[in-house]
């Protein structure tokens, strides 16, 4: 699981994200309100849970709070803040926030809360994921590019997927492998890089750089588009 902090303070920063990795959690860390809202665009699907300070240098964290809802309505978020008045959690949980805790606290406390929301997030997660102008319906396994529907057979839907669920990952042949085609990898066997190609024909834009990039001697990496939809 991996978790954004979104905090100004490199004391308290380090001290959650020491925490975290000891149990096993990957963190990404940005100090302003603008880096939190670049994050979860850039890294999309890559981000499972927020951690999210209201006093940033930049940006009242409410408003990241409400640009984090328009783009990831599902995405847990949990406010981190000094400020810890009734009137203050009352406006994060209204704003959209998962979960408030005040600063300071245990860090046993944060990590339940993050297990909690986590198990919630898992149970509300939204079947929409869009990507720019790149749009799949997990639920009806389908998918758009520029609003056009684009036919994908089983497997290339199968593939897709694992990809939509490893965003900015390197994954390698053998992993996709034992994901997709659920059998043991043959070395002399290209199936893998057929069945990406056959994506990169239906979901790349020509004259753009393609969003299944190719990593030399590692695998392949899907890099989801950024930006408006259109």
């Known amino acids: 699981m991996t978790v954004l902090i979104v905090e100004d303070d490199l004391g308290i920063s380090s001290f959650i994200r020491k925490g975290l990795q000891a149990e096993g959690y990957v963190t990404h860390e940005v100090a302003t309100g603008a880096g939190a809202i670049d994050a979860v665009k850039r890294l999309g699907q890559g981000i499972d849970l927020v951690l999210l300070d209201l006093m940033l240098p930049d940006e009242d964290g409410i408003e990241v709070l409400r640009s984090i809802r328009k783009m990831k309505p599902a995405l847990p978020v949990i406010i981190s803040s000094a400020r810890g008045e009734t009137k203050d959690k ?5 704003a959209g926030a998962n979960d408030y805790i005040a600063k300071p606290f245990a860090f046993d406390e944060l990590l339940a809360r993050i297990r909690a929301a986590l198990r919630s997030g898992a149970q509300a997660s939204a079947t929409e994921i869009i990507y720019g102008n790149l749009k799949f319906d997990l639920l009806t396994k389908t998918a758009w590019r520029l609003n056009k529907r684009v036919d994908l057979s089983q ?3 199968s593939l897709l997927e694992y990809f939509l669920r ?16 659920d059998y043991g990898f043959d070395t002399g066997s290209n199936v893998v890089d057929v069945y990406v190609g056959y994506l990169r024909r239906k979901l790349d834009i020509q004259g753009e750089e393609s969003i299944f990039r190719s990593i030399r001697g590692a695998g392949y990496r899907f890099v989801p588009p950024i930006g408006p939809a259109s």
């Open 90 to 94: 009352v406006l994060g949980l209204d």
């Open 155 to 157: 497997r290339e839907w």
């Open 166 to 181: 490893h965003p900015n990952q390197v994954v390698s042949r053998i992993q996709i492998m034992d994901q997709v085609w």
